[in-house]
């Protein structure tokens, strides 16, 4: 459980060292645990694919010397060392890559243990909009400390601005038909849907969408085929981790999606950028939004066809 979603306390401070200025930068992870770096750190090791695209994403890639099996983007991540899995790495390649700081997700199994060998941690994990926000802050600081700004904004407020406004474009590039139409967003087999509180969820309404899933189920509630057949939703969009629906749950043929065939099935490539809370939410978003104005158009393309007529 997330200790609160209030903004994280981000301290930059000066010190002097060997009589010169030396920027030290201390940040408050995602575990309340304040963790201080004599400099901007050199050398990460990112055990969370979109706190890798983040660095990325704010010019620090170079930076990156080890990621874990699900980092693959941009695609310079792909020559970097893989170190296993973000819930549990191999500590002695994490070791062996003399980091400077791991950045990893707070459901890591390995923070405590490469604390004990002295290596410093970092866990941030984006779940929301707000988060995806302050997570880039965060991860500015401490790439930058005192010299992140760039013109008058920081790299954080400038890649947040571009986010905002590619949803925002998404949003107006749909019809007004499109308002108010509820939607399953299915995440992963189980079925795992994408519930309001969610940033995928958050990504619906911004598009003017509604969520078959009630809030109080939480950001991403494993359901049953038999809920998602009742609330009977007007459009089904699925990632590459689930199956198939209308082969995998029995009844699904018959839901209103299905019929209308307004289901939106994503690749491996879109779904990871779909189900990654980072600095490529707008993509996301217009990727929702493109395949809405698909079915609209496949919609009224049936809609313009003649009536068949029986010969007489």
Not at 254 to 273: E, P, T, Y
Not at 289 to 295: N, W
Request: with cysteine; proline share 8%.
């Amino acid at each position: 459980m997330r200790r609160s979603k209030a903004p994280l306390v981000v301290l930059a401070m000066a010190c002097a060292l060997t009589g010169q200025a030396a920027a030290s930068v201390v940040i408050e992870d995602d575990r309340g645990q304040r963790v201080e770096f004599e400099a901007p750190p050199q050398r990460i090791v990112s055990l969370l694919p979109s706190l890798t695209e983040s660095v990325c994403a704010l010019d620090a890639c170079d930076r990156l010397v080890a990621v874990d099996r699900y980092s693959e983007y941009p695609e310079s991540v792909q020559q970097l060392p893989v170190v296993g899995g973000g819930l549990d790495p191999s500590i002695e390649a994490v070791v062996a890559r003399k980091p400077d700081v791991v950045l990893m997700s707070v459901s890591s199994r390995a923070a405590q243990r490469l604390q004990a060998l002295g290596i410093k941690v970092v866990t941030l994990e984006p779940k929301t909009h707000a988060d995806v926000k302050r997570v880039l802050e965060v991860l500015d600081t401490l790439l930058y400390g005192d010299a992140a700004a760039v013109n008058g904004a920081s790299r954080a407020q400038q890649l947040w601005q571009t986010i905002e406004q590619g949803v925002d474009q998404a949003a107006a590039s749909l019809p007004e038909s499109s308002r108010g139409m509820r939607v399953y967003f299915e995440v992963s087999k189980g079925p795992y849907g994408a519930g309001p509180q969610s940033f995928i969820g958050e990504t619906l309404s911004r598009l003017g969408l509604g969520n078959v899933l009630p809030q109080d189920l939480g950001p991403f509630p494993r359901v049953t085929p038999e809920f998602i057949l009742r609330a009977d939703p007007d459009v089904l969009m699925v990632s590459s981790r689930s199956m198939v629906p209308e082969f995998q749950y029995p009844g699904w043929q018959n839901m209103r999606a299905m019929k209308a065939r307004q289901v939106c099935q994503f690749g491996a490539d879109d779904s990871n950028i779909l189900v990654r809370p980072g600095p490529r939410m707008h993509v996301a978003a217009q990727l929702m939004a493109g395949c809405l104005q698909g079915l609209f158009t496949h919609a009224d393309t049936t809609t313009a066809e003649p009536p068949k007529t029986t010969a007489p």
